[in-house]
């Protein structure tokens, strides 16, 4: 590692595993303090050692949670350059099945909570004067749409824009805003296709570049973003994911039928 990101303050949602996890793994390996935030306590915990980093316990759902997440990094590095928002889920399930409680759950976890992140990042980094980056975590579901996701779909293309927007309001204050759309990774949360290997061959078919993503691919996107190299990108989507996104999503509704 070249220490891109040294002396530098990260908060990452998120952080306890998958994506998350992988990105403040390589931040400490390139020299910047970070904080990670999650609601899973064992794995929390378990990072926290791992890496050395500072760990706190958060819904980002909750208001004053991602706050205190916030506040953390003020009071134990006395400062924030760089939040990651990757804190997310989803539900497989059909638009006619879908429950409100469903819908809730994803949009307010993909969605709502990276604004509220983003709300409360951003404060701290203009309030200090220093500026900085904020790194949303979408997927190509922003613009694919895909068989049982419409509540993920939506909430991503939320984060897109919403990520726009904030580019656009908090540029003056030296506040960068990017996304990251990661393609198919294999994580805890994308077992559903590593197991049954039908499936994966649906989504390898729709790869051009032939494999499924790893966490690593992406947190090297989140450096580089992350990073003075990438300081006049703001309001964009790096999407990476092997040029999945030129093509489709998998009829995922056929293999649940046969």
């Known amino acids: 590692m070249s220490g891109r990101l040294a002396d530098k303050v ?5 952080g306890a595993s998958g994506i998350g996890r992988e990105i403040a793994r390589c ?6 303090s970070v904080v990670i935030g999650d609601r899973n306590a064992t794995l929390l915990a ?3 050692k791992a890496l050395g980093a500072a760990a706190v316990e958060m819904d980002v759902t909750r208001e004053a949670d991602v706050e205190r997440a916030v506040g953390l990094a003020l009071s134990r590095f006395g400062r924030l350059d760089i939040g990651v928002n ?4 989803g539900f497989g399930v059909s638009v006619l099945e879908q429950t409100e409680a469903q819908w809730d759950t994803v949009v307010d976890v993909c969605l709502k909570g990276v ?6 990042e951003a404060r701290a980094m203009v309030n200090a004067g220093h500026g900085g980056v904020i790194i949303n975590i979408a997927s190509i579901s922003a613009r694919q749409p895909g068989e049982g996701l419409s509540a ?10 919403l990520t726009r ?15 990251i759309g990661p393609g198919l990774i294999d994580t805890p949360l994308t077992t559903f296709q590593q197991d049954r290997p039908h499936v994966r061959e649906a989504f390898l078919a729709n790869i051009p570049l032939g494999r499924v993503g790893v966490p690593r691919d992406i947190a090297n996107a989140a450096v580089f973003l992350g990073s003075d190299e990438a300081s006049w990108i703001s309001g ?4 990476v994911d092997g040029a999945e996104l030129t093509k489709k999503y998998p009829e995922l509704g056929r293999f649940r039928r046969s």
């Open 236 to 239: 964009d989507t790096l999407f």
């Open 115 to 120: 604004f509220l992140c983003l709300k409360h």
């Open 10 to 14: 990260a908060l990452v949602t998120g």
């Open 86 to 89: 990757s804190a997310g889920l």
């Open 27 to 32: 931040y400490v390996a390139e020299g910047a």
């Open 46 to 48: 378990e990072v926290e």
């Open 152 to 161: 993920y779909c939506a909430a991503k293309a939320g984060v897109e824009m």
């Open 165 to 179: 927007c904030a580019a656009m309001e908090l540029g003056p204050q030296r506040v960068r805003v990017v996304g």
